[in-house]
C-alpha cells in the first residue's frame, strides 16, 4: 500500500492509510503534545515528476484526524538529492546533510512539531529534516512515519 501510494500515483491511499497512523499517535502521544504537524518536503522537481508529496497528503489527512494543524509550506527542501534508494546508511546521511531549511522559521518557534512522513529506513531524511526545524527555533520534534522499513529484507 505505501509503494502504491508513493510510486503509483494512488492518493486516494492516504485516506485509508492515516487512520492508522491516527490510532499510533493516539497511543503515543496527546494532541497537547504538539502545536503542529509538518510534512517531510519534496524537492519542487520531485513533487511536479510524481504531481504530489505523499508525506504531504497523509499530513493533511492526519493533521484533521488529530485535530492539531498542519504548515506544509514552513519546511522545503532547499537542494535536490538523489533518491536515497540503494545508497548505504552513510551515503543516505551524506546525501540528505543539509539538504532542509525552514522557510518560515516564525511557524516553528517556540512550538512543538510533529513531522510525518511515509517510509523511514535509516532515519538520515528525518534527521536533516528535524535538525532545519530545531535550527529554527522548534522546542521540539517528535516524528511520526507510515512504514519503518528494514534494510536487508526483501
Not at 509503494?3 to 497537547?32: C, H, I, Q, Y
Not at 527542501?77 to 536515497?84: E, K, V
Amino acid at each position: 500500500m505505501v509503494r502504491g501510494l508513493k510510486f503509483e500515483g494512488r492518493k486516494n491511499l492516504s485516506a485509508l492509510l492515516s487512520p492508522l497512523m491516527a490510532r499510533t499517535f493516539a497511543s503515543v502521544w496527546d494532541r497537547e503534545d504538539f502545536d503542529l504537524v509538518v510534512p517531510v518536503p519534496l524537492h519542487p522537481k520531485r513533487r511536479r515528476e510524481r504531481g504530489f508529496n505523499q508525506a504531504a497528503l497523509l499530513s493533511r489527512d492526519l493533521s484533521r484526524l488529530i485535530a492539531i494543524p498542519c504548515c506544509e509550506n514552513t519546511l522545503v527542501r532547499a537542494r535536490d538529492t538523489a533518491p536515497q534508494v540503494g545508497l548505504s546508511d552513510s551515503e543516505r546521511f551524506r546525501n540528505v546533510r543539509q539538504a532542509f531549511r525552514c522557510a518560515h522559521p516564525g511557524d516553528v518557534a517556540r512550538k512543538k512539531v510533529l513531522m510525518v512522513d511515509d517510509v523511514m529506513t535509516t532515519g538520515a531524511t528525518v534527521c536533516s529534516a528535524g535538525e532545519a526545524l530545531l535550527d529554527a527555533g522548534a522546542l521540539r520534534v517528535s516524528v511520526l512515519t507510515l512504514a519503518r522499513a528494514v534494510q536487508g529484507l526483501e
